[in-house]
Structure formats: structure tokens, C-alpha cells
């Protein structure tokens, strides 16, 4: 069975979808660890809930190689295949995402590249855009700048706010970041230039 070691920083509710479709067969998969930055993150407790090892690691004061080094030997102890980014806050060092390399894997609240960074459906929804979504797409060394696995538009209504948006981008998000996950760990595919190719890509 192949092992995901989710990191998060908040809420988790993409930790928590990817667990509720590991539980339902719908992912062929198991969480051996999720480690937070923040000890106070909800999702930590949701994932003690769930009687998975939850390991609250915080970052504060510690250099970025330093704390992702002690990210690294957490994963790598618990033998993970791979990183599942899930609301993690956090820039990656060099070294951490070499050590990982396409083995990491990211959910971001926008169809990438626009709109890379924090509040991305506030970014997009403030923008004017009528056509918003999510990118699942593998991590490198730059913000939300990994190639593109798959992703979700979601149509702008007229009645919209930034909040029932980022509502409806959600739920996609908890969609395509399993299906995405599966994909990965499928192993069929490859990558051409910046391009992920595979036969297995779902349609949507
Ligand atoms: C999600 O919307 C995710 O796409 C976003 O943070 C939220 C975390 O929610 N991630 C990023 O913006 C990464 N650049 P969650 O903790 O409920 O999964």
C-alpha cells in the first residue's frame, strides 16, 4: 500500500476528504502521517480523531532548511510515498523538495498560473474573473509553480461573494485532489516538458 504523509497548517478539510475516500475505497492509499507548523491547526485534531500519528512541529524561529530538514526525516521514518501539501502555508526549501522530488503533490484555490499565493479565490473573485477553480500540480521550488496534474473550473454567478465561491471551489477541490492523488500514485504517467501526461486522465 502506498504511504502519504499530509502536511497542513489549518482547517484540513482536503486532509479530511482524502481520508474519507481512503476509508471508502476510493483511494488505494494510507496516511501514515500528517505534521503540522501550527500545533493549534484544526486538522491536527482531526487527524487524532482519526487515529492517524499527528505530529505538531511548529516553525516558529527555526531557519527554513533547518525546519524542513526535520520535516524530512518525520516523512522519510515513516517510509511516505508521497507529500501531500493540504492547506500548508508554507515555501518549501530547495533541499526539501529535491530530497522529494516529484513526489510532492499540492491543491491551490485557482486555476494555476493565475492567481499563485494566499486568498486566491479573493484574488480571482476581486478580479472580476467569470471563470474560477483549483489546480492540483506537483510542487517545485517556486510558489504554486509545479506542472499541472488536473484541475476544476468553477463559473462565477452573478450573486456570488468571495465566500460562496471559495465554497463551491472547495468542494472541487476535494474532488480532483484525490483524483489526482490516485493518478499519481498510479505511476502511468509522465512528463513532457512541463507537460503531465497520462492515459489515465479523468475527463472532466
Ligand atoms: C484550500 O483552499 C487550499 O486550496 C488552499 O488552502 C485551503 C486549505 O483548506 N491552499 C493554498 O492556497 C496553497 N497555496 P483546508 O485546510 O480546509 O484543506
Redesign the pocket.
Known amino acids: 500500500m502506498k504511504k502519504l504523509g499530509v502536511l497542513?497548517?489549518?482547517?484540513?478539510?482536503?486532509?479530511e476528504a482524502i481520508a474519507r475516500n481512503i476509508a471508502d475505497g476510493k483511494l488505494k492509499a494510507e496516511i501514515a502521517v500528517v505534521i503540522s507548523n501550527r500545533p493549534e491547526a484544526p486538522?491536527l485534531e482531526t487527524a487524532r480523531r482519526l487515529g492517524l500519528h499527528a505530529v505538531a512541529l511548529p516553525s516558529k524561529g527555526l531557519p527554513r532548511e533547518e525546519f524542513d530538514s526535520q520535516v524530512a526525516s518525520i516523512l522519510d521514518q515513516h517510509n511516505v510515498d508521497l507529500v501531500v501539501?493540504?492547506?500548508?502555508?508554507r515555501l518549501l526549501s530547495g533541499a526539501f523538495v529535491k530530497h522529494f522530488a516529484m513526489r510532492i503533490v499540492?491543491?491551490?484555490?485557482s486555476l494555476l498560473p493565475a492567481f499563485?499565493?494566499?486568498d486566491?479565490?479573493h484574488q480571482a473573485f476581486e478580479y472580476g474573473v467569470k471563470i474560477a477553480g483549483?489546480t492540483a500540480h506537483f510542487v517545485d521550488e517556486h510558489l504554486?509553480s509545479g506542472p499541472i496534474i488536473l484541475q476544476a473550473a468553477v463559473a462565477v454567478e452573478e450573486a456570488d461573494t468571495a465566500e460562496t465561491l471559495?465554497a463551491r471551489?472547495?468542494k472541487k477541490?476535494h474532488r480532483i485532489y484525490t483524483d489526482a492523488i490516485r493518478l499519481v500514485l498510479s505511476g502511468e504517467w509522465r512528463i513532457e516538458g512541463r507537460r503531465v501526461v497520462s492515459s489515465r486522465m479523468p475527463l472532466r
Open positions: 497542513l497548517s489549518g482547517r484540513g478539510s482536503n486532509f486538522g501539501l493540504a492547506g500548508y502555508m499540492n491543491i491551490h484555490p499563485p499565493g494566499l486566491a479565490q483549483c504554486d471559495s471551489i472547495l477541490e
